[in-house]
């Protein structure tokens, strides 16, 4: 094994049946599951998964965004909400000047209108390059707009989640979007909508607590971590090492908690297939 | 080093017991103590009068955890005039660190849930630190469907360190068992009144924390995660839990002023478990206000509720 480091994914573990193993190329990048060489072309090609062994490397946003939606079919809504420190909070005002200027995403979450597979609906999707993909006040009232407008146009809503963990540095005012972002939920499923919530690498904390949770189809990403509380957590309440597929999506698809774990070559059309048999899943 | 007691209780407790016994000295023996005894009476109040009425907020934090502090069962012992409480969720089994049940509260049937921890070693553990499973909070959805197919009002307690970070917590589905309640909470067409009465832990106290009105306690915290974890993740040292718990402004005062809180409820000098009884009557008062309130403000508390939570949240608008 290589032992170049990958952030977190290098907790993903090797499958048994360890694909073929092309040594990398200096300029391509490392599979950080199987080691493999990929070219900068085929990474392209295959949306950002290892065509050696199928591991799914993070997507930010508009990577996400180019994939899922058709093209040219977006409108980005709520660009001008920002984030401020409510609390005054140590070092949360160079993060978020940190975080601005690395992704030059103004948050953790892009919302709008948008056609996927030829039908209209509402995008929520989430950078984990953005503070972790926490939630924090305008992530929540992102979200809540979003769902808010679906219901309006009577319009089928999908997100795409990525959550490390809470917004510490807005303190109660992050929470409450857990509270919130349910609400607006609860409002959309009494008018009969859709929902469809995919949970990418890794969704932990009040994310997959509040409206990710509550999709009417919760789909994963293969090896996605998913739970409330992270591993290194568990571990540590234990005092033991856990297996390391614990809270994989395969994992949480055995336990009952996702409808369905898929590869990220097919979740467009099995997402196509979900609105057609929701006849589009406009009521209006 | 961070302080993990909060120890003003025993150096108040010396004091008076110091008093008592020069007293009882002054009295056999032929000596006046008097000025000896004006002296630690002087310290005594300075310790009520400077201490307990500007606790920082970590020491609130401490206090809210006070093994001795009043449980969510004592409160419903006091607080209704009968109660019968009701387990299980129906799938899996019964969570010990949730009771809920049935009262009466003036005469008025309700729905009553907490979190519930224990007093000791052993009740603790039986009670997992009233940290829940998600059977504990399929209880509470349970319980909470029933309040409103009987048009009962929901009372709530808060009193958690937050949901069970444990291995079967998460096989079972922790994170969908408590959007679920987030979401049947805020759709739910009875009145809601919860209160924090020690500390409140992230998203598994919030499950039972979105009413139609939030009462906290004045020592009392709330908190989006602890202040050790933020110490420990934020600024990567546990010990910096003590500025931590004062940038997170989780006490009651603090929500209060975040516009999240709507009445805190002063407890006795000393903390809520100098004086169980008074604390428990004050905080039957403020449900009672709060709840009646409510009531008679009429509408859809469902809508209304949903405005509440909608306001929650500060950003700035940059075009
Ligand atoms: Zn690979």
Redesign the pocket.
Known sequence: MLKRSFGKTKYIPVPQEA?PHRPPKPDQTV??????G?SAEELRENFKV??????HFPMTAHERLNWIADPGSFEEWDTELSSCNPLGFPGYDEKLAEAREKTGLKEAIITGAARVQGYQVVLGIMDSRFLMGSMGSVVGEKISRAVEKAIERTCPLITFAVAGGARMQEGMLSLMQMAKTSAALERFHKQGLLYISVMTHPTVGGVPASFAGLGDFIIAEPGALIGFTGPRVIEQTLGQRLPERFQRAEFQLEHGMLDLVVDRAELPAVIGQLLRLHLGGNHG | MVKRQFDYEDKYKNIQNKIRELEELSGTLDFDLSSEIKVLEGKLKSIRDQKYQNLTPWEKVLLARHPERPTTIQYLDHICDEWIELHGDRYYGDDPAIVGGIGTFNGMPVTVIGHQRGKDTNENIKRNFGMPHPEGYRKVHRLLKQAEKFGRPVLTFIDTQGAYPGAGAEERGQPVAIAQDLMLLAGLNVPIISTVIGEGGSGGALALGVGDRLIMLSNSVFSVASAETCGSILAKDPNRAEEMAAALKLTADDLKSLNIVDEVVPEPIGGAHTDPLETITRVKEAIARNLYEVMENGGSFAEQRYQRLRSMGRYNIIA
């Open positions: 694909l599979c950080p599951q199987c080691a493999s990929i290892c065509p050696f062994c199928r591991y």
